[in-house]
Every structure is written in structure tokens, then in C-alpha cells.
């Protein structure tokens, strides 16, 4: 009986050593389990975890983490700081059995968390901690300087105001209303008094743009390609005759040029003459003038300022005014025409989308221009000039996702101011002068004291 009661202690003590070793020092007096009770972590909140084994005293749950973390002896938990709370000074830093508290690993803050001060950086053993190495940096950056925002060239940052300043009484609801330009022309646009809406001035009847897009006094769109390096009768009239001179790039993929308007020559009244032109330009710089003027042969020069303006001596009145301070400007000839032009490039988005194949050595500057004509004759021709007469009919094929306008021979000048396209009506004052002596046929008449010959007038 003895002897079997001493096999059951034996047993007995057996199990007892067993379950010490099973349990870590601590383990007896903490709980084994931890969970989070903040109200505001819904994710972790009261969800149980398992302290690991090497925690000697128990552990808690850190919140944000929902991880268990180790407690170190008789010290309580650091306390936990709401999100919006910005603690007075850092909890105290865990230090790990093996490690001394005199050199401790920088505290812990959950991500969400900046401290009132950044932890120093980490230092490995051999390193001192009073001389800390700088934090690394990409070769590419610098923390002091940020490299600059990029821009991309040619975009307008704030698109243009326009208003109506038609003072006619029809548009009176209208008039000096403010609009802001779309956003597919921020920086080219007017405002429609009819509609009172603001309207890109490349969609306006009498527009020449891009790869020579017109519209014509009918609103109707159409292309007009000519060729590169020539000259075509826009508009011809007996009192006005505008022509274009092309500049293009052969597309090898294609039977026709790549063509834009580079700059047109205006003849008119008696002897006048304009031009319009944009300059040759390799890298493109919104900031630089590319425009040039010349009236009756002689260069303007207007200063680079928004409302600066040039005016003629003799009539009738020619006004040359800018309308920014570089590459636009409007040319007004009193009761005849009025034409606004601007110098734009090719832009490296506009060559890849339509494959024109622009290189860095030109960027094709040509120019923008809008047309308005105030006594235009019912015999007006010209590429553009013939939308204008009552009885046109549209020759382009409607319809067509690209209607074309032909004719290249029949509205082909022989230079910028020469009024010899075939449709041409042109006539200076002195030209049909000097024209009417030469085909006048005068009468041949024998005087009584002997003289004859035509053009003789006789005298008693």
C-alpha cells in the first residue's frame, strides 16, 4: 500500500515539473492572452492573441499594429495616445533582456503616429551614436533644392477671358458679359453675340488654321492643301486681293505635302500693301516675337506690349494693333477688311497624333488668321473668297470626314504680291489706268493748219 502510494507522488511530482517547464517564468502571475480594447480600431478590437513564449512577463496588444507585443517586468505598458493626441514626451523604449537600457534602440511609434520629434537614426554597434551618418538621398534628388515642376510647352495655365463688345442694341443682353474660353482653345477664342457663348476663333466663318483648315462665309468646313513652297489666291476682288504662300513637309506615305499658311500678302486701294509673315523657328518660346510686318515695303516695328498699335499716314486708315505682347496681332484698313493672325509652332503632340514627322531643327511656325471683309463685291473668287459670293455652291464633297477643296492650278500665284492666279480680279487704281490709255482706240483727225494724227484735238 506503501508502495503504491509513493508511485502516485512520484507521478504526481512528475507532472508538476512538466507543466513549470511548459510555462514561461511570468507566464503564472500575467495572462497568456492579450487584446486590443480601443473603441476605435474596429479591426482588432477584442480579438484574442497568444503571447509568445519569450515574453517573460505577458504581453499586450498594440492596436494599430494588432500584434502582441512583450512586457518588461514590474514596468506598466506604455500608454496608448488617440489618434488626434499628440503625447508630451515619447512612451519609454523597450529594451530586450539581453540588451543594457543605457544604449536603447530608438521608440517605437505606430505609422499613423509623428512624434513631437524624429527618432534618431539607427547607429549598428561599431558606429557612435554622436556622430550619426546624414540620411541617404537618390544620387537624383536633393533635399534641400526639389527639382523644378515640369510644364509642358505651348499649354496656356489660365484660359483666356472674352467678352461681346458689340454695342449694337440686339446684343445688349450680351454685351461686355464675361466668358471663359474652352478648353480645346484656352488662349484663341471670342465670344458669339448672336449666342452669347464663347466661341474657338479657328471654328469661326472665315478662319484659316492648321493643315489650311478653312471655313467659309456658309459655315462650311473644308481643307485646301496647295503645295509647299507656293503661292495661292485666298481672296481677289477689284479693290482687295490676299494671297497665301504654303510651307510643308512631304509625307512620304502620302501623294500630297503637309502644308500651312506661313504668310499672306495683301494688296489693296491704290498702291498698299501688307504682309504678314512667321518667322523660321527652331525651338519654339511663347516668350520671343515671331511675327513679321511690313506695310507698302517698309518694316513696322511695334513695341511687345498687349495695345500697342501702328497706324498708316495715308488712307485710307490702316491700323496694325497686338493683341498680346508677342505673335498676335489685328490689321484693320477702314471699311475693307479686318484680319486677325497669330504665330503658332507644330507641337511635338500635334506631329506624333497627325505623323507630320517634325524635327527639332523647325517647328514649322505658321500662322492662325481669321478673316472679316466689310465691301466684298458678288464677283469675289479666291479659295476662301468665293464662299462669299450670294450664289456659291459648296464644291467640296459633303459628307466627307476630310472634305477637300482642289483647284491648285487655278488659284496657284506666281508670288506673295502678285495678282495673276487665274481667277484674279484684282486691279489697282493706277494699274486699270495705265491699262485703259493703252487700249483706247482715240479717232485720227487732220487739222486745217496741217497737223493729224489720233488724239489730235483741232483748235479754231
Known sequence: MARSFANI????????????????????????HSHCSDDEIKQCKNLPHVCPKFCPDGCITECRSCKPICIDGPSPPPPFYPPHESPLSPPPPFYPPHESPLSPPPPFYPPHESPLSPPPPFHPPHESPLSPPPPFHPPHESPLSPPPPFHAPHET???????????????????????????TCPGTCQVDCVSCKPVCSCDMPGAVCQDPRFIGADGITFYFHGKKDKDFCLVSDSNLHINAHFIGKRNENMKRDFTWVQAIGILYGTNHSISI?????????????RLSLNFDGESIVIPNNKGESWMSESGPTTYITRTSNNNEV?????????????????????????????TQDDCFAHLELGFKFFSLSDEVNGVLGQTYRRNYVSRVKMGASMPVMGGDKEFSASGLFKADCSVAKFKAVNEINEGSLNNLELPSLRCNSGISGRGVVCKR
Open 157 to 183: 495655365t489660365f484660359p483666356k477671358k472674352v467678352k461681346c463688345k458689340s454695342k449694337n442694341k440686339k446684343y445688349s443682353k450680351c454685351y461686355d458679359q464675361e466668358h471663359t474660353c474652352p478648353s
Open 330 to 358: 489685328v490689321i484693320e484698313v477702314e471699311n475693307i477688311f479686318k484680319i486677325t493672325a497669330k504665330v503658332v509652332p507644330i507641337t511635338k503632340k500635334e506631329s506624333k497624333v497627325h505623323n507630320y514627322g517634325i
Open 9 to 32: 507522488v512520484v507521478v504526481l511530482l512528475v507532472m508538476v515539473v512538466a507543466i513549470v517547464e511548459a510555462t514561461p517564468p511570468g507566464i503564472a502571475n500575467h495572462p497568456s
Open 277 to 289: 509673315g512667321a518667322q523660321k523657328t527652331a525651338a519654339w518660346d511663347d516668350a520671343i516675337d
